[in-house]
């Protein structure tokens, strides 16, 4: 028995703490704390909870005897049998501090609700540091009332409460009001006035409340697509500061960009893929202003950066031109005043806190070409740091993006080789985006080995981001689930299999009935497809691919047997002259024949098969007999949607609760694409807002999502970078355009062919009203309100096309930030959509004022309700 100190002749406080949960069978509830009677952080020796129903309610009861004085900090975990942790509390923990007044054999009851994930948002750095921080100076504050005798009537119940108060403004205080006399009689200037305890928390002895959700809106767009006088060739860190003026002039809280890290891999314009990595640590160089490298710039740099801005400045970004511009006028500078950077405090800082030793020593072969990137980073560092700095003096929240994968030759997957499976490749199965899926190139993550160190690597990462951001997007937050994994010879992202996943076992098929392995994982060909195919030629394609190893049946040639083997010998095959003119329909029909398989087995464990996506259009299932076809069916859907969810529930769980401490920044996780059954829940669980596109939606059977039945945790948006802008994709399908057109416009009149400022605010109000926590549009999609700004033809101002690994991510804004600073007219009309929708809207001191004082003249006053523990 744990030793509380307390003498026996002593009757002690006790303590009863109730809290409503409903669990499973199996299932308890306890708390742990850092007080030994509440197991001194061991959640295996906590206090367990007793249930009982009261009414349909399931409340968890117990009781704790402790010392007058007592103090200690405390959470509710839900637990096994076993007392293994199944769920914990979201947030801060709960400090317990005794009210002055109290008496030895007293009863002090706390009534508690379940703290989500969701309730702790506002106690991150985008709510608590920029958009209710920014000077606010609250110092704790001493009760306003004690626990006396006057208050203890018989029959009386006296409850402590507190509350997380975040929302909170410099020069505003919380109060209570009620019906009863002690808390004003609804009347504010009557009520009780809480106290301010430390860490954002109030506290009073009455107090009722109710949740009133915050919501903000914001803007989207990438740093290179960014235009102004100063920048060349590309959107420049420094340019942020114009963006968050015309930001807040607009009424948005929020400013998100792409991932800005350097992609510097090829050399050449493939780099512009803001997705793959040379380094998750280093700032790219794209986003360098070279005028404020020196404030002493020779007259022959200043021409050159001249001559540089009006080459560059063009309709579309010119990836491989800026970046030697850039670097060359920054070596210039290097050159003049290496011994002057190299030796200052600021920059020897800045080297000392990301040097790798043997890179950085003087003593190193390449020594001065890794100091002129350390001079690069060190300014990207400064210029990133200025912009940042700006943005939450203005109250403006920087969001930054976390990339899935880091390319195959980064200098991560050179420094830390064990940790990514190096013999695989990252994508997404066939989804709204790409009917052959997507094969992005990355290794995919040894999640294993990552473990060993507490994810260190994945550690740093957030907290390098958290210098510049306060919140960010998780780029395909399904791969902290499981990830498409493909085999590295694949070209397309069709014949992969999720990692990790539970396999099907040879034992297991075999018990089913199934037992012809190597016809069911080799590609199925036979004659009669090739004639289907390739028509008059099939000879000949046959006998430059293919291998007939019994009559009609064919295999591929050794030199051929992967989809990279394909594509690189119909490049140089010396029968190519004659399908010239039909090279794609080749291709596709040669891909087609190698994927027509309906397992794929485990290269790792040729025992263990997974079923090909979509296995029942592939010709190699439709040719099997019924039985077999009935039971891969069978197992097929096993496989994707209940197979995998609670292995899957487990590894998000562990890996993502990482990233949610390593920092404190707000999260965002793009949960787009096939969303097995056990994301949405995790997510919850966690506190990670989700993302809602309306052309992409969630809801089974839907053609086009409803914001107005978004959920809270989300952020909602007409579009995204990943597929085409709200005008282009009015444009794109006259059919579609229609039924948008009648079934949520309501209209039955014949849809303009092309995305009117009418239709644009239409579809741009949805989404204000929407009550998801954040409306973030981007940037193309709001200059569709004005008819000056659609001059341009619209798939123009698409940033990515999915089906195209190679595409060029060049899209630059037509006009600059200072002409749409100017532009009161469309900054009004956004401004009034954000107050009138009820979004929070960012306010100047004056503002404050002026409301405040039209706040006091109402008879009817609002009151602010806040979350918080009682």
Known sequence: MVNSGLKKSLNPVTLIFRIPYYTQWGQSLLISGSNPLLGGGNVKRGLGLIPFHQGEELIWHGKLCVP??????????????????????????RKLSLPEGIKEGEVVEFHDLWQTASEALFLRSAFKDVIFGGGKSLEPELSSGTYSEKEDQQDSVIVQFKISCPLIEDGTF????????????????DGLRLSYKGDNTWEAYSFIRKAIPWRGAGVAIPMFSVRTNDDIGVGEFLDLKLLVDWAIDSGFHLVQLLPINDTSVHGMWWD?????????FALHPLYLRVQVLSENIPEDVKQDILMAKEQLDRKDVDYEATMTAKLAIAKKMFILEK???????????????????????????????????????????????????????????????????????????????????????????PDYFDKNGQNWGFPTYNWEEMSKDNYRWWRARLSQMAKYFSAYRIDHILGFFRIWELPDHASTGLMGKFFPSIALSQEEL??????????????????????????????????????????????????????????????????????????????????????????????????KFYPRFNLEDTLSFQDLDDHSK???????????????????????????????????????????????????????????????????????????????????????????????????????????????????????DEPPSRCTPEVAYFIIQ????????????????????????????????????????????????HVGLEPLLNDDDLKNCIKDLVISCGRSYPTSAVEIKEKQHVEKMQENISSIHLNGNY
């Open 68 to 93: 007058i004085g007592f103090n200690c900090e405390y959470c509710y975990y839900l637990v096994d049998e076993n007392r293994n942790i199944l769920r914990c509390e979201g947030g801060n923990k």
């Open 174 to 189: 919380v109060f209570v009001t009620g019906s009863v006399s002690q808390l004003g009689q609804w009347r504010i200037e």
């Open 630 to 748: 009935n039971v891969l069916k069978r197992l097929y859907y096993d496989y994707y949607f209940h197979r995998q969810d609670n292995l899957w529930s487990q590894n998000a769980l562990k890996t993502l609760r990482v990233l949610l401490s390593s920092s404190d920044m707000l999260a965002c996780g793009e949960d787009l694409g096939l969303i097995p059954s056990c994301v949405h829940p995790v997510m919850q669980e966690l506190g990670l807002i989700g993302l809602r596109i309306q052309r992409m939606p969630n809801e089974p059977g839907l053609e086009f999502g409803m914001p107005s039945q978004y959920s809270y945790m989300t952020v909602c948006a007409p579009s995204c970078h990943d597929c085409s802008t709200m005008r282009a994709w009015w444009e794109e399908d006259e059919e579609r355009r229609l039924r948008f057109y009648r079934d949520v416009m309501g209209s039955n």
């Open 510 to 607: 075999e018990s089913e009935g199934i037992w012809d392995f190597d016809r069911l994982s080799s590609p199925y060909i036979r004659q009669n497809m090739l004639e289907d195919k390739f028509g008059s030629i099939w000879p000949i394609i046959a006998s430059g691919f293919l291998n007939e190893y019994t009559i009609q049946c064919y295999e591929f040639k050794m030199e051929c047997n992967t989809e990279k083997k394909i594509i690189t010998k119909l490049l140089s095959s010396p029968e190519k002259t004659l399908w010239e003119g039909k090279e794609l329909e080749i291709r596709r029909g040669l891909l087609d024949l190698i994927q027509n398989v309906v397992l794929i087995r485990d290269p790792e464990d040729q025992r």
């Open 339 to 429: 011994d002057k950077i190299l030796n200052s405090l600021p920059f020897l800082k800045f080297l000392s806190d990301n040097e790798l030793e043997k890179l950085t020593s003087k003593d190193s072969l390449h020594y001065d070409a890794i100091c002129f990137h350390c001079y690069i980073q060190f300014h990207l560092h400064l210029q990133l740091s200025e912009a940042a700095a700006y943005a939450r003096k203005k109250k403006v929240v920087l969001k930054g993006d976390l990339p899935i994968g880091v390319d195959q030759n980064s200098v991560d997957t050179w420094v830390y080789q064990n940790l990514f499976r190096m013999n695989t490749s990252t994508g997404a199965p």
């Open 766 to 813: 949805q989404h204000f009203q929407a009550p998801s926590m954040w409306a973030i549009f981007p940037l193309q999609d709001l200059l569709a309100l004005k008819e000056e700004y659609t001059k341009r033809p619209a798939k123009e101002e698409t940033i990515n096309d999915p089906t195209n690994p190679k595409h060029y991510w060049r899209y630059r804004m």
């Open 272 to 280: 512009s893929y803001p997705y793959s990595s040379l380094s998750v």
